[in-house]
């Protein structure tokens, strides 16, 4: 997809809606049995937009539910990432070619298209009905279930919503669906109104590509305006020297300044080598820098004050120059405190660096942090 066809689908700031309920799914035990149970409950339509997705299977089990769900006359359409996919066999890729499914993949590579193969869609979003969505940093596969060989299972939340903000959350969807080149069929609109179910505030918060960030501009002005606290959750830290700037700020404030970030266990060592760089100018202004231990942390949550941003974003300069993302808001105490908990919960079962410590680190860790973090640099500089 061209930066021409990109400025079809960009999608307006939402406002801010009331009357929702939100609720906080962890792990995959507990969010992929909801989202199979509301795709097996689904009546009119499901619209699927997902970044990854791979062979196995989780990924067996979403087929299976979405076909079945087809034979009774669910319209079902489906965006995949053509990038994020790459672990789909032949077979799979075309077990979702039935009646009432329509498949498509976003941005197919190609070596013409040059550094516009970058452009990604990153969202994680299902929608039944158009009244309940999952959204959150998950995929369809088997590391959110059972890990990979070995490994323990990726640590990750998802969230259920009901409410007003659904009719934003099809919007954006079909913003997306309708950016493609090829004329697709759309989905049924049965007579739904989106009336409170709840009594949470929240804003669906959108990315729209190279320079279009949204969800980090939000965050952004929410570290700005904290009063109490700034806590941090992401697999991949390579943040812009302005997010490294209002973080130092904010713990130069006194406000209680966390990030989370992966430990021994992670997707893209490179990526954690080249973020270390960064950790001597934050912990020595007063930053708390915790690597969690138990398993690879996939989580992307920001909570400043009572104010919540979670979902597909990673919150480093790779999302901000090449990925569609997008985020639920929430601005809520109790749901909060629900994310509170869920983060201390991480803390307690992470490693927290000290600056005095960090700074006697063996020398050829240095070095990889060096040569990644120059690899980074060369990567941000791609247009």
């Known amino acids: 997809m061209r930066h021409s066809t990109l400025k079809s689908i960009l999608p307006p700031r939402f406002n801010w809606r009331e009357g929702n309920q939100f ?12 989202m199979l149970n509301a795709i097996e409950q689904a009546q009119h339509s499901i619209d699927l937009e997902m970044y990854l997705a791979s062979s196995g299977e989780v990924f067996n089990r979403f087929c299976q539910t979405l076909i079945a769900a087809a034979q009774r006359g669910v319209i079902i359409r489906v965006l995949f990432d053509d990038f994020g996919t790459r672990e789909l066999n032949a077979g799979d890729k075309n077990k979702l070619n039935v009646p009432g499914v329509s498949v498509q993949y976003y941005n197919p590579l190609h ?7 970058m452009l990604r869609n990153h969202r ?9 969505a999952f959204v959150g940093g998950a995929g369809l596969t088997d590391e959110f279930l059972m890990g990979k060989s070995a490994d323990t299972p990726w640590h990750e939340v998802m969230l259920r919503i009901q409410g007003p903000v659904i009719s934003d959350w099809c919007n954006l969807f079909q913003r997306s669906w309708l950016g493609m080149r090829k004329s697709l069929f759309t989905a049924p609109t049965p007579a739904i109104s989106h009336f409170s179910t709840g009594t949470q505030r929240g804003r669906v918060c ?23 606290r700034v806590w941090l959750a992401t697999p991949y830290f390579l943040p812009s020297l302005r997010l490294r700037y209002l973080l130092i700020e904010a713990a130069r404030n006194k406000l209680d300044t966390r990030i989370l970030v992966p430990g021994q266990f992670t997707d893209h060592p490179a990526v954690r080598q080249a973020s270390r760089r960064h950790y001597a100018r934050l912990l020595k202004h007063g930053v708390r820098i915790f690597e969690y231990q138990p398993r690879f942390i996939h989580a992307k949550i920001a909570l400043c004050d009572n104010w919540v941003s979670l979902g597909s974003t990673n919150f480093d300069r790779w999302n901000l120059r090449w990925n569609l993302d997008a985020n639920q808001e929430v601005n809520d105490a109790g749901f909060a405190g629900q994310v509170q908990t869920l983060l201390e919960r ?5 490693e927290e660096l000290h600056y005095s410590s960090w700074l006697q680190r063996p020398w050829y860790a240095r070095m990889q942090e060096w040569f990644n973090g120059k690899l980074d640099q060369l990567l941000n500089r791609l247009r």
Request: proline share 5%; glycine share 6%.
């Open 23 to 34: 609720e906080l799914l962890v792990d995959g035990p507990q969010y992929f049995p909801a």
């Open 111 to 117: 070596w013409q298209q040059g550094t516009a193969n």
């Open 124 to 132: 994680k979003l299902l929608v039944i009905d158009q009244q309940t």
């Open 206 to 228: 959108a990315s729209n590509g190279p320079n279009a960030h949204h969800v980090t501009q939000s965050l952004y002005q929410q570290i700005t305006q904290s009063t109490q």
């Open 346 to 350: 991480d803390f307690a079962d992470s």
